[in-house]
């Protein structure tokens, strides 16, 4: 049940112990992670890494880099089968997990810190990490599948980055979801400032444009043509099945990055003022003109975020 309070925003320390001769515990410590322990059998997740070890043997420390070996629950890493490198909780070569005792078949060939077999059945430990924050509310999906659109803490440059941890709005729903609303505390760390490839979404009344993937780095002062095909709600308004492509014309935005196929009702996603609409940074949001496909029925405010690509 204790997996079930793990938050989705912090990062974990995962520790697997067993008991020794001496009275004490010999251990192996998991790298810092945004994955969640869960105990179902086929759910076990890689983490690749520095694991630290420790107890009656002397203290050391091995990189696991993954192989085609894993474990079936939990969280670990094997840098091969048989006799290689490994903190790998398994019940397929020793004892099912038991969730309510905290406890499983774990192997750990080499280096053996347990002493002993090689699998045997371990306790596990969970620690967050104080203060260190999910970089992304694209991150925070991948370790926790299923999580709710809404508000989370987030720290995009991590705990040794300048920045401190901020909210930001998490579309988790929209296309894939994944999506980290584009606030200025987000838009200033290292990676949304640098060339690395992204998305955009554009998100009014539960209906959507999608850009085109380009290194495009987002301004409130400025704007950018994005040409290319552009993605628009379709008849389920989650699923970007509609499109269009936009050759770009001399019609161009005010902020941020969009596309105009040319002035009046021509295709377009073109970020422009409008009566009644107010330009916003602080919640991400601002005035935003397509008169053909007219997605939204006139020009809106849509909510701005966006989704790295790998």
């Not at 840098?79 to 774990?106: D, E, H, M, R, Y």
Request: glycine share 14%.
């Amino acid at each position: 049940s204790y997996t079930a309070l793990l938050d989705p925003n912090l990062f974990h320390y995962y520790l697997y112990t067993v008991s020794n001769a001496v009275g004490s515990k010999n251990w192996y410590r998991s790298p810092l992670t945004g994955l969640l322990w869960n105990y179902t059998i086929g759910t076990g997740q890689n983490l690749p890494g520095t694991y630290l070890y420790g107890g009656t043997v002397a203290n050391g420390s091995f990189s696991c880099l993954n192989s085609t070996e894993s474990n079936n629950y939990g969280i670990g890493c094997s840098t091969g089968g048989g006799a290689n490198l490994k903190v790998a909780p398994t019940s397929q070569f020793s004892t099912a997990p038991t969730p309510a005792s905290g406890i499983g078949g774990t192997c750990q060939d080499k280096p053996n810190a347990f002493g002993g077999a090689a699998c045997q059945v371990a306790t596990f430990w969970e620690r967050p990490a104080n203060g260190y924050y999910n970089i992304s509310c694209q991150a925070i999906l991948k370790a926790f599948p299923g999580s709710p659109s809404g508000l989370y803490t987030i720290d995009p440059d991590g705990p040794t980055g300048p920045g401190a941890p901020f909210n930001a709005l998490c579309e988790m729903a929209m296309d894939g979801g994944g999506w980290t609303q584009l606030v200025p505390a987000y838009l200033a760390t290292p990676r949304l400032q640098s060339a690395t490839p992204r998305q955009y979404l554009y998100l009014y009344g539960g209906k959507a444009f999608r850009s085109p993937t380009s290194s495009l780095v987002w301004s409130y002062s400025y704007s950018q043509d994005l040409l290319g095909t552009w993605f628009y709600s379709g008849a389920n308004p989650m699923v970007l099945s509609n499109s269009f492509t936009c050759i770009g014309s001399s019609e161009h935005g005010l902020y941020g990055i969009g596309c105009s196929g040319g002035s009046g009702g021509n295709w377009k996603v073109l970020m422009w003022s409008y009566s009644g609409l107010t330009l916003n940074p602080t919640t991400a949001s601002g005035p935003v003109c397509d008169d053909s496909p007219n997605l939204w029925n006139g020009c809106q405010a849509p909510t701005f975020y966006e989704r790295g690509v790998a």
